[in-house]
C-alpha cells in the first residue's frame, strides 16, 4: 500500500518536473497555455479547460479547451483578494467548471484557471488541489515571462515604427533638397505618406494669393475638387482636421470621402493641404501619424517655395538680361558720330537710368549744308517707352529722307504717334534744321522742355509749336519759327532729366542752375559745356539713384 | 544616384515585374512607369517579385498604394513575392500583409490568380 503511495508520488513528482521543463523552454504564450490546459486535462480527466489573464486590467480569455470559439466571457475584475464575482461563477457554473483559482505570480495576481468535473464523477482530492496550485505556480512565471516578452515585442514594433517614421523623413528632406520640379515633389511627398499610412485616396493642393489653388496631385476630380475647396477659406486652416471635424465644418470636402486635413506651412502661414481619405487598413489616425504627415509636409512645402522663389529670382534676371538687350538695342538707335559741319559745332549726349528708357535725340544730315536736330523725351519708362521711341526714330528718319517741311511733318509725326499709342502715353518733343550756307535754324517745340539760345550774356527760350506728340491727332498747325544765328550762339536742348535731377535731400536740379551754367559756360567749346552740365548733374546727385535718362545737346556757331 | 531597375515579363496571363536595386523617393518614378505601361495595356494582374531588390523606402511603398485601387477596380491584383527578410519586415511594419498578399515564389502568386480565374468562370 504504501509502495502504491511511493509510485504515485514519484509519478507526480517527475510529470511536474517534465511539465516545468517544458513550459520554461517557451517564451510563447500561446504554447505555455496550450500546455497548461492539457497537462491539467490528462491529469484530471476533464473535458473543459481555460485559463483567462489580465490584460490592462481586464481579464480576458486567453486559452480555451472544450469551449467555443467564439464563448463570450463576461466582463470581470479580479484583484489579490478571494476571487468573488457573481458574473464569473455563473459563467463558471453554465459551463460545468467546478474548480477555479487565481494564478498569482510574485504576490500579483495575473489571471486565473478553471477546469470542469472529472469525466469519472470523482471529486478534487486535498492531493488533486494541491498538484494543481503546484502547477499554477510553476506556470505563473512563465506566463509573466511570456507576457513581458509580448509587451516588449509590442514596445519593439512601435520603436521600429519611429525610427522608419524618422528615416523616411530623413530621405524626404534630402530629396527635397534638390530642388526638384514641383509635381515631383508633391508626389514623392504623397507617396511617402500613402506608403506609410495606407491610404488610396489623397490630394495635395498649394494656393496663394496671386495664383490661387493649384492641385499638385489628386485622386479626385480636379475641377470638383477645386469648386469645393474655393467654398471655405482654406489658408485659415492651420491645425490638421479630423473626420468628425471635416464633416461638421466642411461638408463639401466631407463628400469626397476625406478623413484627415493637415495643413502644410511656412513660418505658421498656411500654404497648402494635404487631403487624404480613410487608410485602407481601416485603423484611425492617431496623433503621431499626424505629427509625421504634418513633418513631411512642411518639409515639402519649404521645398516648393524655394523652388518658387528660385524660378522667380530667374525669371527677374532673365528679365534683366533682355532689358539690357534692350538697352543696348535703344543706345544703337541714337546717332554713333555727330557729323561735322562748317558753321556750327554740335556735341550730344546720353546716360540712360538703370532702366529702359524714353529719351531720344538724333542728328540726320539733310544735304551736304544742312542737318535736323531732335530731341525727345517719352512719357514712362520700361519697355513701352522704348517701343514708341523706336517708333518716334524711325517716322523720323523715313520723313528726313522724304525732304518733308517741319511744320508738315510735325502734324505728320503727331498723328502717326496718335494712332500708335495707348494708355495715355505722349511724347515731348522738340526739332530744328539747321542751314549752314545762311546760318538759319527752323525749329518746332511740341510741348518738350523750351531749348535755351544764349546770345550776349542773355537766355531766349525756343518755344513755338503746339501740343505734345501722342495725344490728339492735329488739329491746328503747329507753329515754327526760324531764327537767323549769329557767331558764339549757343543752344543747348536738354530733357527733364537734367532739370529734375534729385540729390539726396530730394532738392531738384532746377531750370535756374542749368540756365545759370549755360550763361557762364558759353564761351567755351560744345563739348566742354557739355561735359560741364554733365558733371555738375552727376555731381549734384552724387549718393542718389539715377530715375530718369539724361540727355543734352550743345549747339555752338563759328 | 542609386540605382534601380525594372524587368517585365509574361508567365500564364500573369505579369511578373522584377525589381532591381534600390527603390526609394528618387527611383519611384521607374516603377511608377513599369505600373502605368501594363495598366495602360489591361493587364491588371500583377506579381511583384522582390528577390533582387536592396531597400525599399517609404515613398517606394507608396507606389504600391498609389496604383493598387485602380488596378483592384479592374478585377486585378498586386501579389507580391519572393521578398528578403528586410524588405518584408518593412512591409510588415506598414501592415501592408493585410493588403496584400505575399507568396515565397512566383510560382504560387501565378496559381492563386488562375485559381481566382476558374473560380469566376465557374460561377
Given at each position: 500500500m504504501e509502495d502504491k503511495e511511493n509510485i504515485k508520488v514519484k509519478r507526480n513528482l517527475s510529470a511536474l518536473v517534465e511539465f516545468s521543463r517544458v513550459i520554461n523552454s517557451s517564451l510563447d504564450l500561446g504554447f505555455i497555455l496550450n500546455n497548461i490546459l492539457l497537462t491539467c486535462m490528462g491529469k484530471f480527466l476533464a473535458s473543459k479547460c481555460y485559463i483567462a489573464l489580465k490584460i490592462e486590467g481586464n481579464v480576458e480569455l486567453k486559452a480555451i479547451k472544450g469551449f467555443k470559439a467564439d464563448t463570450a466571457f463576461p466582463k470581470i475584475k479580479i484583484d489579490n483578494g478571494p476571487i468573488d464575482c457573481n458574473d464569473l461563477a455563473k459563467f463558471n457554473e453554465e459551463n460545468n467548471i467546478v474548480l477555479c483559482d487565481k494564478i498569482v505570480s510574485s504576490n500579483d495576481c495575473i489571471g486565473i484557471f478553471a477546469i470542469s468535473g472529472k469525466l469519472n464523477k470523482h471529486n478534487y482530492s486535498e492531493d488533486d488541489q494541491e498538484f494543481l496550485r503546484t502547477i499554477l505556480n510553476i506556470s505563473a512565471t512563465a506566463i509573466q515571462n511570456s507576457i513581458v516578452l509580448d509587451e516588449l515585442k509590442v514596445m519593439n514594433k512601435l520603436l521600429d515604427s519611429r525610427l522608419h517614421k524618422i528615416s523616411s523623413l530623413f530621405e524626404l528632406s534630402k530629396e527635397f533638397g534638390m530642388l526638384s520640379e514641383s509635381k515631383r515633389v508633391a508626389k514623392m511627398l504623397i507617396y511617402s505618406v500613402i506608403g506609410q499610412f495606407l491610404i488610396s485616396k489623397f490630394a495635395v493642393v498649394t494656393f496663394d494669393p496671386l495664383t490661387g489653388i493649384r492641385i499638385l496631385e489628386s485622386k479626385y476630380n480636379d475641377d470638383d475638387l477645386k469648386k469645393a475647396l474655393s467654398k471655405y477659406d482654406i489658408s485659415g486652416i492651420h491645425d490638421p482636421i479630423f473626420k468628425a471635424a471635416i464633416e461638421e465644418k466642411y461638408p463639401k470636402l466631407a463628400l469626397f470621402g476625406l478623413e484627415l486635413i493637415v495643413p502644410m506651412q511656412i513660418q505658421g502661414k498656411t500654404k497648402g493641404l494635404m487631403l487624404l481619405g480613410g487608410r485602407m487598413s481601416d485603423l484611425e489616425y492617431t496623433e503621431s501619424d499626424v505629427e509625421y504627415i504634418y513633418s513631411a509636409g512642411s518639409i515639402a512645402i519649404i521645398s516648393l517655395e524655394n523652388r518658387r522663389l528660385f524660378k522667380e529670382e530667374i525669371e527677374k534676371q532673365k528679365m534683366e538680361e533682355e532689358l539690357e538687350i534692350a538697352r543696348d538695342i535703344q543706345k544703337n538707335l541714337l546717332p554713333h558720330q555727330i557729323p561735322e559741319f562748317r558753321n556750327i559745332e554740335v556735341a550730344a549726349t546720353n546716360i540712360s537710368s538703370k532702366q529702359v528708357g524714353g529719351d531720344f535725340y538724333d542728328i540726320i544730315p539733310l544735304s551736304d549744308h544742312s542737318f535736323c536736330a531732335a530731341i525727345a523725351d517719352?512719357?514712362?519708362?520700361?519697355?513701352?517707352?522704348?517701343?514708341?521711341?523706336?517708333?518716334?526714330?524711325?517716322?523720323?528718319?523715313?520723313?528726313?529722307?522724304?525732304?518733308?517741311?517741319?511744320?508738315?511733318?510735325?502734324?505728320?509725326?503727331?498723328?502717326?504717334?496718335?494712332?500708335?499709342?495707348?494708355?495715355?502715353?505722349?511724347?515731348?518733343?522738340?526739332?530744328?534744321?539747321?542751314?549752314?550756307?545762311?546760318?538759319?535754324?527752323?525749329?518746332?517745340?511740341?510741348?518738350?522742355?523750351?531749348?535755351?539760345?544764349?546770345?550776349?550774356?542773355?537766355?531766349?527760350?525756343?518755344?513755338?509749336?503746339?501740343?505734345?506728340?501722342?495725344?490728339?491727332?492735329?488739329?491746328?498747325?503747329?507753329?515754327?519759327?526760324?531764327?537767323?544765328?549769329?557767331?558764339?550762339?549757343?543752344?543747348?536742348?536738354?530733357?527733364?532729366?537734367?532739370?529734375?535731377?534729385?540729390?539726396?535731400?530730394?532738392?531738384?536740379?532746377?531750370?535756374?542752375?542749368?540756365?545759370?551754367?549755360?550763361?557762364?559756360?558759353?564761351?567755351?567749346?560744345?563739348?566742354?559745356?557739355?561735359?560741364?552740365?554733365?558733371?555738375?548733374?552727376?555731381?549734384?546727385?552724387?549718393?542718389?539713384?539715377?530715375?530718369?535718362?539724361?540727355?543734352l545737346m550743345v549747339l555752338k556757331l563759328k | 544616384m542609386s540605382e534601380f531597375t525594372t524587368s517585365t515579363k509574361q508567365l500564364d496571363g500573369v505579369s511578373v515585374i522584377n525589381l532591381k536595386g534600390f527603390l526609394d523617393a528618387h527611383t519611384a518614378q521607374v516603377l511608377e512607369a513599369a505600373f502605368t505601361s501594363l495598366i495602360n495595356d489591361g493587364k491588371f494582374n500583377i506579381v511583384v517579385n522582390f528577390k533582387d531588390l536592396a531597400y525599399i523606402s517609404s515613398a517606394g511603398l507608396g507606389v504600391f498604394m498609389a496604383y493598387i485601387e485602380n488596378i483592384r477596380d479592374n478585377n486585378g491584383d498586386i501579389k507580391l513575392v519572393e521578398m528578403n527578410e528586410k524588405v518584408f519586415n518593412i512591409f510588415d511594419l506598414l501592415g501592408f500583409p493585410l493588403l496584400y498578399q505575399i507568396f515565397n515564389n512566383e510560382e504560387d502568386a501565378i496559381k492563386k490568380f488562375n485559381e481566382a480565374k476558374q473560380s469566376e468562370n465557374a460561377e
Open positions: 517719352v512719357s514712362g519708362k520700361g519697355v513701352p517707352a522704348a517701343l514708341l521711341m523706336a517708333n518716334l526714330q524711325a517716322f523720323l528718319k523715313i520723313i528726313c529722307k522724304h525732304g518733308m517741311q517741319l511744320v508738315e511733318a510735325t502734324a505728320l509725326i503727331n498723328d502717326l504717334i496718335t494712332e500708335n499709342t495707348m494708355d495715355g502715353k505722349f511724347i515731348t518733343y522738340f526739332w530744328g534744321i539747321f542751314d549752314d550756307n545762311n546760318r538759319t535754324f527752323q525749329y518746332v517745340n511740341a510741348g518738350h522742355n523750351p531749348p535755351l539760345l544764349i546770345r550776349d550774356g542773355k537766355i531766349t527760350y525756343l518755344k513755338k509749336g503746339g501740343i505734345i506728340l501722342g495725344v490728339m491727332k492735329t488739329f491746328t498747325p503747329y507753329l515754327s519759327e526760324t531764327i537767323q544765328l549769329e557767331k558764339d550762339d549757343v543752344i543747348v536742348l536738354f530733357t527733364d532729366g537734367i532739370t529734375e535731377a534729385k540729390n539726396i535731400n530730394d532738392d531738384e536740379f532746377s531750370d535756374e542752375k542749368l540756365e545759370t551754367l549755360a550763361l557762364n559756360l558759353s564761351g567755351f567749346s560744345p563739348d566742354r559745356i557739355l561735359e560741364y552740365i554733365k558733371e555738375s548733374v552727376q555731381e549734384f546727385s552724387v549718393g542718389t539713384h539715377q530715375s530718369d535718362d539724361i540727355t | -
